[in-house]
Nanobody, 120 residues
C-alpha cells in the first residue's frame, strides 16, 4: 500500500557531492518523521539524519556540517544533500518514514536502498 522510492545514489570522488531523494506513495493519510540510514557490510544500520514533520532535525555527529536533510510535505519526499563526501560515507543508504495509511495505525516503512560509493 505504501512505497518509498529512493534515487540519487552513485559513484563520487572524495570531496564530491550527491543528493538523495526518497518519495513516499500509496494510500497515505500522513507522513510523520522521515530519515536516512546507512549500512555497510558487517555493520549495523545507523541513523544518519532525520527530520520531523515540523522540521526538527538531528544528524549523526560524523555528518554534521556536511549533510543536509530536508523534506517537502506536499510531495511526501525527503532529501539528503551530501557534500564533502569521504571514503567512510560509502554505504547503502536507506530511506525511512513513519506513515499513517488510511484506516490503519502509523508504522515504519523502508526504501529499497541506494548505493553510495566514494572512491578515487
Amino acid at each position: 500500500q505504501v512505497q518509498l522510492v529512493e534515487s540519487g545514489g552513485g559513484l563520487v570522488q572524495p570531496g564530491g557531492s550527491l543528493k538523495l531523494s526518497c518519495a513516499a506513495s500509496g494510500s497515505i493519510f500522513r507522513v510523520y518523521g522521515m530519515g536516512w540510514y546507512r549500512q555497510t557490510p558487517g555493520k549495523q544500520r545507523e541513523s544518519v539524519a532525520n527530520i520531523t514533520r515540523t522540521g526538527r532535525i538531528d544528524y549523526v555527529d560524523s555528518v554534521k556540517g556536511r549533510f543536509t536533510i530536508s523534506r517537502d510535505n506536499a510531495l511526501n519526499t525527503v532529501y539528503l544533500q551530501m557534500n564533502s563526501l569521504n571514503f567512510e560515507d560509502t554505504a547503502v543508504y536507506y530511506c525511512n518514514a513513519e506513515i499513517k495509511v488510511w484506516g490503519l495505525e502509523a508504522e515504519d516503512y523502508w526504501g529499497q536502498g541506494t548505493q553510495v560509493t566514494v572512491s578515487s
